[in-house]
């Protein structure tokens, strides 16, 4: 265990630079805290700023001491907060565009123990005084003749954009040990301060306070060494890169370089993982076993996607609708089961319509209820009697419907269920909505055919608890407002939301149907009998009633319901059914030709697939996809 602490500070202004930097020094190992010092007033950078504390919980975002305009001045000011004891302090420039792997661990190691040092430098790939160094030990081969002189603003190490430009170049067609250096002690001299590491003991001696009107550049490498007859020193054992001095950034930011070093920063993770839910989960959990490292991210304050439960009253709360597992596929059945024990639960729904309950699916006790008729044969013969005969395909879903099942079964249980559930008169809906109503002629009102049923007796937040152990897991992280970032962390991304939305909606929105989910506690053990009850009436605004406790027969002298109500879909809303009709499958169409275009972006589950998935079908679909990529 090391004896000091570790503290990176960074400079922070300019977004399109730290969102290279920040992924180098979350690929670092061994720092303790990242203190960015909020200098700038740009809300873009701000927003993007503030936004980056959610990625790691050792980052914290240090406000200015003083109000005054942002930039240089007000840099000397954030030393005051770098005199903690027992502590290493690095600072990188915002521009900093590559970190050496192992630098701050180094660094510091070597700071600590060079105590005799006041300030300590690595190398810095363009920096005036380590250009000059790696010019004297004739590491710079290539085309550029004129002399650097031992100078912080020298002409050509400072000034020179095109110096800069070939600088920059030459580093990334090299190998880092092509400028490694000797130990270089510094005279009383000013040098840029674009990577330094120093003492927090040493600075609490004056309380980091660098006095006002004084460059803090000077003040620190020159004026402070010498008052206290301290050297400074440069080693040339790693290095890292800094972009531009303000002389060269014009000329700089019109270049491919900063493009030329995203691509070679050193990647954190395997595979960047957008969304916990049963995709995402399932491919972090196949990605780690394989020995792969993942980061899943959601932007919700909780994993599990819309399977999330929550516990009220010690009763599992399914908080997006009712999620009950079922398969026939053995395969996924005991790769869910490797998480979580199932109980038997087998879904009955019941329909209530004028006060009166009707079974689901239907079958002979829905047939029952309706007419009193217990022979399957009477059964089929009334419905056979009150289907329609078109001259026509079915034009809508009312005439699909109707030649499916009959006039009694539609108007009862599906015309107003239905009007309700799409806020759309079935009239005017597609036919192709309802393709099959499967009827059973038998008293079985299990509502899934399917081998394998239950649901997971601990809850599926539990389930997925398990699913993700040991792997890294951030939550409230919004992917698009740290894409970049992220990104350059990660060799792969798995991304799981919505396709529209990683593509900037450049085809239009997808849409979907949503629904308002109000969940109540109520004083009593029992309000309905069962786990779910629909309401096909128009003038009841839910279409259906889950009660909890019935899902895991949970003791309780309390119960909890959840009133479904469809709602206005807007791109705001939460996706939970898409619709795939003809305009929105174009659509979906032209964004899927775009995503196979990117061989590093994995697109998969409902939400970046738009299709309707059951649980199982997600699962399945991650298995296949893991397959594929972690052959």
Known sequence: MKEYKIIIVIPAGRKRY????????????????????????????????????ILDSRILIIEPPRLEPYGARTIGQFF??????????????????????GLVEWLAAVRWAKKEYFLISPCVINNSVASFFLQEENKLKFNYESKISFNCLDSIGWRDSTFAYDLHNYFLDNSVNEFRFPPKELPSMRFSINCISWLGEEFNKFNGIVPDGVDEEEWLTNIKPAEINKKNLILGDKLCCHFSFYTQRKYLDNTEILEKYKKIIPKKYDYLIVGSGFFGSTFA?????????????????????????????????????????????????????????????ILSPKVRHNDKLYSLPFNMNTFYELWGCTDPQEAKNIINSQKPIFDHLPKNLEEQALSLVGKDIYNLIIKDYTAKQWMTDPKELPAFIIKRLPLRFTFNSNYFDDRYQGIPVDGYTKLFENMLDGVEVILNVNY????????????????????DEYFDYEFGELEYRTLDFIHEVLDIENYQGTAQINYPDPEIPWTRIIEHKHFNKTNSDKTVITKEIPTIWSKDKVPYYPINNDKNNEIYKKYREKADLLPDVIFGGRLAEYQYYDMHQVIGAALKAARIHLA
């Open 18 to 53: 730290l969102e290279i930097l920040i992924p180098n020094i979350l690929s670092q190992d061994g720092w303790d805290e990242l203190h960015i010092w909020k200098n700038t007033s740009e809300p873009i950078d701000v927003q993007y700023i503030d936004s980056l504390k």
């Open 80 to 101: 005051h907060y770098c005199t903690d004891k027992n502590t290493v302090y690095i600072r990188f420039d915002d521009d900093i565009c590559y970190i050496e792997p």
């Open 285 to 345: 959990r196949l990605a780690t076993d394989a020995g792969k490292k993942c980061l899943v991210i959601d932007s919700r304050n909780h994993i599990g996607g819309n399977a999330y439960t929550e516990k009220i009253n010690n009763i599992d709360i399914h908080m997006y609708g009712p999620h009950i597992f079922h398969t026939n596929n053995k395969e996924i059945w005991d790769f869910v089961n490797k998480f979580s024990s199932f109980n038997n639960f």
């Open 480 to 499: 698009f407002n740290n894409k970049e970032t992220l990104n350059n962390l990660t060799n792969k991304v798995v991304f799981t939301g919505k396709i």
